[in-house]
């Protein structure tokens, strides 16, 4: 699927079919976001791949809008490693560009996904870190259910011309918007 | 260009042939950044595009690594508009997967960018809003230089085993990996 096309066709997708998530899907996701843009290239990510049945039937009572999670075949966890950050406090950045890159590849594999935000949320951070047993320097950034749609997608451009400023923030708008 | 292609062929890209951006080009890339998910959908973006070539001449003094600005035709400037944020914390990964669909829409419409990182370094932060005369609440997150590349970019696959989990921290190793 075209990349633009991928872009505005990525929606936060909640309903899925029963079938799996085959595992070339899983590395291409992983493959995706692992090769993320992040400061100095350092790569502070890690990844909880959750295919337990019994475990993503638990994720609503640590997250409150994850109701979906329980009919999901599959969970990934995207969490920043503090320790393998070269420039300190990129690693939020680093691991939310990993994370769209997993949403997009999602969508060029025919699934759905939706991510639901864990940090900064406290409570969310403390006890996503408890479930999957994180080690101190290791944050969770956001859970992301994924499966196989079961409607298909419409487009959708957010573009907003009021968004946009030309060389400060008064001096205009781009002639061509 | 195919979505996954375009993951794996994005770059930082520091060396730009004399081309202008087209317009379209323009639209296409920030269409992307403003279709990204954002909690609760609030969109808490803004968008200084730089095409002032006075103005992309002084970016090296307020970023220590923009030497590549002056010579590229292209600047936008990715702020987080905190009066918009429908879930406050969130709008720094709002606008990362912002910034990240921008460049892929970069790769896709046959140019090259580099992400360059203004927040949470504070004295950027304090530099590039008094240089794009930003109000209060509107804070500048990345400022993305754009051009067209003088190289053609090699695919990567920075996919790393090691940074995989299955189900929890310590638990295993998904077993296709």
Redesign the interface.
């Known amino acids: 699927?075209?990349?633009?096309?991928?872009?505005?066709t990525?929606r936060?997708v909640r309903a899925y079919t029963d079938a799996r998530v085959d595992?070339e899907a899983?590395?291409?996701m992983?493959?995706?976001a692992?090769?993320?843009?992040s400061?100095g290239n350092g790569?502070p990510?890690?990844?909880?791949?959750?295919?337990?049945a019994a475990?993503m039937a638990k994720i609503p009572e640590i997250h409150p809008y994850a109701g979906m999670a329980p009919k999901a075949p599959l969970g990934i966890l995207v969490c920043g490693?503090t320790a393998k950050e070269k420039?300190p406090?990129?690693w939020?950045?680093d691991c939310?560009?990993a994370?769209?890159?997993l949403?997009?590849?999602a969508?060029?594999s025919g699934l759905g996904a939706v991510?639901l935000?864990v940090y900064?949320?406290q409570d969310r951070v403390a006890a996503f870190a408890a479930?999957?047993?994180?080690?101190e320097k290791?944050i969770p950034?956001?859970f992301v259910v994924i499966g196989h749609p079961k409607q298909e997608q419409q487009r959708?451009?957010?573009?907003?011309a009021a968004?946009?400023?030309?060389?400060?923030?008064?001096k205009g708008k781009?002639?061509?918007?």
Chains 1, 2 share one sequence.
């Open positions: 699927m075209d990349v633009i096309t991928a872009i505005h990525r936060s595992a899983v590395r291409t992983l493959a995706a692992m090769t993320a843009p400061a790569q990510w890690e990844f909880i791949i959750v295919d337990d475990r490693n420039y406090g990129f939020v950045q939310s560009a994370t769209e890159n949403l997009l590849a969508v060029g991510w935000g900064p949320v479930f999957f047993e994180l080690p290791v950034l956001s959708q451009d957010r573009f907003d968004k946009t400023h030309l060389n400060a923030w008064q781009f002639p061509q918007f």
